[in-house]
């Protein structure tokens, strides 16, 4: 439909973030012609950039009533229904929409993520699958969001396989080091220079550097780009590596280059042999020491915490919790310790009230020692859990129903590191029997 002036005026408001002015337009519109789907449309999409999702809602609805097979409007009610967690509904008007055209690729993946949302892996597969066979079988989106599903699930020749596709992803950064050939055969390694370069964040960088020791045991010389704040930890995996900070701009002097986190499909990896030997990195000796003395004034075991993540990745919230749900874990039978980066005023409070001990805004290594020293660390997913795994400290790990794939499905223990324990949500952004649970399980630790 053609749109007047007001609502080309309206468009752009919109494209310029002026949301309120968007609506006052298509409300001059509607209250000429109360018929105007296109009015109620625009009206829609500016409440649900205000985060009204309940008005955004109500615009769309009156323009079903007008209309119901404005594809558009079901599209624009279904992300207004994830966004207020009323996932079912969200899902109904998914299917709506695809009634009237299914061959919409971005409509699939959006019903995929709120399927995972809500922990149904099942049919998230499903909708990945359908855009593969039925509208793009290139489409590397869907592949890339597949291989997520896929391993997840455990499958991890197929997920780690589509897990290339990661690098066409909008938000994933692109390959580098192209101009060097890919390893992509591990029996041409021998005596040959390979550079592994990082990606992903710190807690990538600690789970897979394993597989960096595992290229040198076949022989190869290994260069290792590592965060500069991680390289004095990620240098105690093995002295035979060479390990150079990623500052360093002088890197193509190399027989091949691969990705950190291509490693695991080169290896062929399984849930079986995954290499896991623990501890693989350590602890600087000087800070393990002056920890070791500083934590030997509490005398009852130790434990970390970890309630909320300083990621400003947009699904970082839901990993996070309000520190308020940690007071059933709280036992007069232990020491607790705040290993948070950054705490809020009523965090402070909370920590003052339980006699919880802040540790938190250390660098790397101090947070590495620090660990080394305590007899627990509970944590939802962030980098401590990871630190604590490799450390070979158990490490109770908290996630969410929609979490990384690296905590898989259906279990309690986890195949990366043997001193982990995960305790996953039953339902969606509900943390109540997750700590229930370790409330039970605290009592008899250490017993």
């Not at 752009?12 to 109620?40: F, Q, R």
């Not at 609805?61 to 229904?81: F, I």
């Not at 599903?149 to 580098?176: A, C, M, S, T």
Request: net charge positive; aromatic share 12%; charged share 25%.
């Amino acid at each position: 439909m053609k749109l007047n002036i007001n609502l080309n005026k309206a468009n752009d408001c919109i494209k310029k973030g002026l949301y309120n002015d968007a609506i006052k337009l298509c409300d001059e519109e509607i209250n000429l012609d109360p018929k105007n789907s296109v009015a109620w449309i625009i009206k829609g999409i500016a409440n649900l950039q205000l985060e009204d999702y309940e008005n955004s809602i109500t615009c769309n609805n009156k323009a079903l009533e007008l209309n119901s097979n404005l594809q558009v409007a079901w599209l624009n009610k279904a992300v207004a229904y994830k966004k207020s967690w009323q996932l079912k509904e969200s899902i109904s008007a998914y299917k709506k929409a695809i009634k009237i055209n299914p061959k919409l690729n971005t409509m699939w993946i959006n019903l995929a993520r709120v399927y995972e949302t809500m922990g149904n892996y099942t049919e998230s597969e499903k909708c990945y699958e359908y855009i593969l066979k039925n509208i793009d079988q290139n489409d590397s989106l869907a592949k890339f969001n597949l291989s997520l599903v896929l391993l997840k699930k455990g499958n991890f020749k197929e997920g780690f396989k589509n897990f290339e596709f990661r690098f066409d992803h909008p938000l994933y950064g692109k390959r580098r080091f192209i101009k060097l050939p890919l390893l992509e055969n591990l029996k041409i390694v021998k005596d040959k220079k390979i550079l592994v370069w990082m990606e992903g964040g710190f807690g990538d960088a600690i789970l897979f550097c394993r597989y960096v020791e595992k290229l040198l045991e076949l022989g190869a010389h290994i260069t290792y780009e590592v965060q500069p704040s991680l390289i004095d930890i990620i240098k105690t995996l093995n002295p035979k590596i060479n390990y150079v900070s990623s500052k360093n701009k002088e890197l193509d002097d190399f027989d091949f280059q691969i990705p950190l986190m291509s490693l695991p499909l080169l290896f062929e990896t399984n849930l079986k042999n995954i290499p896991n030997k623990t501890p693989y990195l350590k602890a600087d000796k000087k800070l393990d020491n002056y920890w070791k003395l500083e934590l030997k004034k509490y005398s009852k075991p130790k434990i970390g915490l970890v309630w909320s993540s300083s990621s400003s990745a947009a699904l970082a919230k839901f990993r996070s919790m309000n520190i308020k749900n940690l007071q059933p874990i709280i036992n007069k039978q232990y020491h607790y310790f705040s290993l948070q980066n950054s705490i809020s005023d009523n965090d402070t409070i909370f920590l003052k009230k339980n006699n919880i001990i802040n540790l938190g805004n250390q660098n790397l290594d101090n947070i590495f020692a620090i660990i080394n020293n305590l007899d627990l660390v509970i944590s939802i997913d962030t980098l401590f859990a990871q630190i604590a795994g490799s450390l070979n400290i158990p490490i109770w790990v908290m996630v969410n129903l929609d979490s990384d794939w690296k905590w898989l499905l259906w279990r309690k223990d986890s195949p990366w590191h043997s001193s982990m324990k995960v305790y996953s949500q039953k339902d969606y952004n509900n943390w109540t029997d997750v700590i229930k649970t370790i409330q039970k399980e605290l009592t008899y630790f250490l017993k």
